[in-house]
Every structure is written in structure tokens, then in C-alpha cells.
């Protein structure tokens, strides 16, 4: 099983980058899927996630409005569209997935991780 996290890179501040999350091994159609980032310093944060026992879909405070999470089940690929990109956005960026995120933590026995991508904003 692989998640295998791209598009990172270095933009501006108010660009924009789409972050994508190609899966293999499994499909993961029917588990909670998330992006999570780190920057140097801080401990990983949820960014966006999409719960799957309702379907609804789920942003930090911080990125609402900006960041929009979606997904192609047939590609089994899941995305990140990141719009006005702040200095403050700047970090690795991970996939996720698991049996459930409730905001804080993965609920089950399995969560699987990518390898993360830089995203760069400079002001």
C-alpha cells in the first residue's frame, strides 16, 4: 500500500498550488482520506480531511475558504486545491488515510501515510 503525495513547490504569496495523492495497493474508497502538513519546528497538523461515515468534508480554521479538498475515486487519487497561499502555509504537506479522522486523531487500526511534499510561499 502506497500513498504517494506531488505538486508541491515554491510559489508566491496569493498563488496557488494543487497538492495530489495518488494510492496503490488498495483502494481507498471507503476510508477517511486527509492532508496534513508540518512546518520546520512545529508538530503535523490536520489541514483538510473527508470523513467517510457521512461524507462531508472538513477544514483547519486557518485555510477555510482557501484550501478545497476532492477527489477521484475512479483514479484513486485525492486532492488539495491550495488558493491565496500565505507564508504561513509553508510546510510539508502529507496524505493520509485510515478508518475514521475525528479531527484529531485516526480512529481504527490502520492509517497509511505518504512521503510528503514541500510547499514553499514567499512573501
Known amino acids: 500500500v502506497q500513498l504517494q503525495a506531488s505538486g508541491g513547490g515554491w510559489v508566491l504569496a496569493g498563488d496557488s498550488l494543487r497538492l495530489s495523492c495518488a494510492a496503490s495497493g488498495r483502494t481507498f474508497s471507503n476510508n477517511g482520506m486527509g492532508w496534513f502538513r508540518q512546518a520546520p519546528g512545529k508538530g503535523r497538523e490536520a489541514v483538510s480531511w473527508i470523513n467517510r461515515r457521512d461524507g462531508s468534508f472538513h477544514y483547519r480554521d486557518s485555510v477555510k475558504g482557501r484550501f478545497f479538498i476532492s477527489e477521484d475515486i475512479a483514479k484513486n487519487t485525492v486532492y488539495l486545491q491550495m488558493n491565496s497561499l500565505k507564508s504561513e502555509d509553508t510546510a510539508v504537506y502529507y496524505c493520509?488515510?485510515?478508518?475514521?479522522?475525528?479531527?484529531?486523531?485516526?480512529?481504527?487500526?490502520?492509517?497509511?501515510w505518504g512521503q510528503g511534499t514541500q510547499v514553499t510561499v514567499s512573501s
Open positions: 493520509a488515510a485510515g478508518d475514521h479522522y475525528d479531527g484529531r486523531q485516526w480512529i481504527g487500526d490502520d492509517d497509511w
